[in-house]
């Protein structure tokens, strides 16, 4: 199934589960007027043989509804390759916060290469360049965090190149599947 098909699936679902809980929520109005003799709808006959059952349908109407509303299983993210070309962490010796990088960093390690730890004390022209900055996080060769690594940032920095690269696939796929080679020669 297409993640266009399983999107279309589950907002069915949701749309489906909505009307019912407010389909049960509607008839347990409904019961709850009847119980407590509120006459301000006039209820068939068969309404009034079949009391016995109301609650039992009206719970089965929630339980539906409640099954119809539960999130999708999240599905584990997995790559043929990392999303990136290279990570590197410039640490310094006893700095917590590069611990706290570190870890992450790790949290996100299905997206991205080997990380690369640099300790910085050892080179003086680095403690120059980010003597009071570390934790400093390098992505691809660019300083992407300074002083601490924010997990939302990164996540979105993830998200985004994984669209990039889902975007490239499609684009390469149709391009095979309609047969466009393209002309790599070198222009004179």
């Known amino acids: 199934m297409s993640p266009q098909e399983s999107d279309l699936q589950d907002r069915v679902q949701a749309w489906l589960g909505t009307a019912t ?14 119980r407590m003799d509120m006459e301000f709808v006039r209820f068939p006959s068969i309404w009034y043989s079949s009391r016995q059952l109301h609650l039992v349908f009206c719970g089965a109407m929630f339980f539906a509804a409640a099954f119809l509303l539960k999130s999708p299983p999240t599905k584990a993210k997995t790559f043929q390759r990392p999303l990136f070309q290279s990570c590197r962490l410039l640490t310094r010796e006893q ?10 960093l ?8 080997t990380i690369e730890v640099v300790h910085i004390d050892n080179d003086p022209q680095l403690v120059r360049q ?9 992505i691809n060769g660019r300083v992407r965090f300074r002083g601490a690594v924010q997990p939302m940032l990164l996540k979105r920095m993830i998200d985004a190149a994984e669209l990039r690269f889902e975007q490239a696939e499609d684009v390469s796929m149709l391009r095979q599947r309609l047969g466009i080679v393209e002309d790599r020669s070198p222009q004179a």
Request: charge should be negative.
């Open 130 to 138: 980010f003597g009071q900055s570390v934790p400093v996080v390098e």
């Open 21 to 34: 809980l407010a389909a049960a929520s509607i008839f347990a109005v409904l019961i709850f007027s009847d």
């Open 95 to 104: 700095c917590h916060l590069c611990d706290d990088a570190l870890m992450i």
């Open 106 to 113: 790790q949290t996100f390690q299905y997206a991205l290469p």
